[in-house]
């Protein structure tokens, strides 16, 4: 069990599914005999999350997930949901956040571990360990927030190094590049949550994420830190191709 009961877990549902050939939600996606989401939920219940309030924020075809999760009980959990107002769906992570912390859905004296279904923690361990790392530097360092990263990423293209002549000298397809690289996986002190309400404009007409509004003011006054994982053990599912390679791993074992 995560000692104290100062923390909720927001997972952020409210993405579509039409680029994976699904007219849903795309937290729906089946994975087996499971969904993305339920594969999500179950695994922060086998870190010890059991215990804590899961706030799902919804937006697109939003009563189909309810449908799906209802008030909680198929996994022993409780639930609350946020719904983007009908209007502004594809309002951004940034306004969806906002909006359940305005409405008092997200309890603003806790803090957040935040996650998105689609990407997917191969990892056993993973959540616990990220917030007992959290935990220690926001004793050891003071920071407001942390976020996972994985120690390299795949480049999508291939690359080459040349001599003076331009003659290539080595090819590389594909490379795995050294960049700590975000994956999804966020976890606020309830100190964040001024600096959303105070940067985040509902009213923009544009989309406002998390990732690249609140994060570079954070990394810029020292206030955000990063737990490095393995890049194997993450697996992203935003493309057919990943989706694909998601069946292979977690059904068929053949990768």
Known sequence: MINGNDTQIAILAGGMGKRLG???????LSIGNSTLLDLCIERLIKNGFKDKEFILLLGYKHEMVR??????????IRV??????????????GKAFKHALLNNI????????????????????IYARFMQDHLEAVSRYGVYASIALIDKVEYPYGTAKLDD????????????????????LYIFE????????????????????????????????????????????WLPVNTLKEYEKAIKVLVNHTE
């Open 22 to 28: 699904i007219d849903a939600p795309k937290c729906l």
């Open 67 to 76: 449908r799906h999760v209802n008030d909680g009980k198929r996994y022993g």
């Open 80 to 93: 609350k949901y946020s719904i983007d107002p009908e209007d502004n769906i594809g309002w951004g992570k």
């Open 106 to 125: 997200i309890d603003g004296s806790k803090r957040t571990l935040v996650t998105f279904p689609d990407d997917i923690m191969l990892d056993d361990g």
């Open 165 to 184: 002549n331009n003659n290539i000298v080595e090819f590389i397809e594909k490379p795995m590049l050294p960049i700590p690289t975000s994956i999804g």
């Open 190 to 233: 309830p100190k964040v949550y001024d600096i959303i309400n105070k940067h985040i404009d509902m009213d923009s007409p544009k989309a406002v994420e998390l990732e690249s509004l609140i994060f570079p003011i954070l990394a810029e006054k020292g206030l955000l830190h990063g737990f490095i994982i393995d890049s194997s053990s």
